[in-house]
């Protein structure tokens, strides 16, 4: 049971309108301007050199989601707020081995789930494949990088960290996890939607269950790790 001044702070630190903003900013963002850029790029390429324009094409695609959930990420300072336990808990000790384990687990039970939409032929999740097999390149580390580092991070603080948490505080877990899933798989941009959803309801119930964000986190990875590996795989054999 949450003590009855930590659910003050809780209301005041994760007020559900602040939350309605930072979304609504953040829709804006990824889907129009990255759409308005995405187009412009290849307004400047003829079609014999569209495919010179691909990897800023990628670099978009991923740099916009990261870049609006740090700012989102920002405006709930102190950093504590978001990346501190949901529960003030005194009886369990933190044990980080035992999150991370429960995070790899939980990436590798969303990949199983999803492996039916990656036979289906994940067009989105091309680029990941890519990032993965150009990962020794100069121009393939970077995005390597940001896609499985920065991006989770960023996107499990603002949709675990804030979403779900003030979603949790102002409703319930149930509609916290189900909201917060749908707003994930809209905007991560590794993979398609119906993966994204699996994503987003694992690494919820993660959440709720280790009451820390490593464990979502490296779901998070491990899905996106995996399942550019998969691709390419299905790509070397066929």
Partial sequence: MMPEGQKNTDLDAFSLAKLIYALVGMVVVVDYLSDLTTKFVLWKHTAATTAAAVP??????????????????????????????IRHETKRRYNLLRHILYGIGGGLVALVLGIPFLLLGDADGNFVAGAVSNITSLNGLPMFLL????????????????????????????????????????????????????????????????????????????????????????????
């Avoid at 990628?58 to 990420?73: A, D, G, K, R, W």
């Avoid at 998070?220 to 550019?228: A, E, Y």
């Fill in 56 to 85: 800023y094409l990628y670099l978009i695609l991923i740099l916009f989601p990261t870049l609006s959930c740090v700012v989102i990420v920002f405006l709930y300072r102190p950093f504590a707020l978001v990346f501190g336990p």
């Fill in 147 to 238: 896609l499985m580092i920065a991006l989770p991070v960023a996107m499990e603080a603002t949709f675990r960290g804030i979403a779900f948490r003030t979603l949790a505080i102002h409703a319930s877990v149930p509609s916290a996890v189900v909201a917060s899933s749908l707003l994930f798989a809209h905007l991560w941009p590794a993979f398609g939607w119906p993966i994204g959803l699996i994503l987003g309801v694992v690494s919820a119930l993660l959440y709720h269950w280790t009451n820390s964000l490593v464990s979502p986190i490296f779901a998070n990875v491990v899905l996106t790790l995996s399942g550019g590996v998969f691709i390419l795989y299905r790509a070397l054999v066929r």
